[in-house]
């Protein structure tokens, strides 16, 4: 391939991997867990904000989801900003800060999703989410 073909494509496939994110979100919102898990890969390793801290496999991932969802008390909220995606060959992350809130609780959320292209399209095979930690960076200060 040249230059301008791989560019081409990298630009194809990041299209791509932005509309299986907001399918994702739309799932997300619309609670459906199936939609949620269908870009994932099957051994994907997922590090997340809820327990457990980290599990393999879409099918356990799929548990993790509905089980968040059924504990919820109130509407959902769940905002995707700074979505930043890049792509090369059969490669791909994307990385975004989110807003979610359930009922009286809200959250930001940072999220970095890869990417690899099996069997022609792209799935999830690992994904990292992480809350900011709240501390006192100056002992020196005064509350």
Known sequence: MTESNDRAQASEDVARIRELIEAWRQAVLAKDVNALVSHYAADVVVFDVVPPASLRGVEHYRENWQRWFDSMKGPLTFEMREVEVA???DLAYAHSVNRVAVGEQDDIVRATVCFRKIDG??????EHASVPLTMDMDPDEKS
């Open 121 to 126: 399209d792209w799935r999830v095979v690992h």
């Open 87 to 89: 792509a090369s060959g």
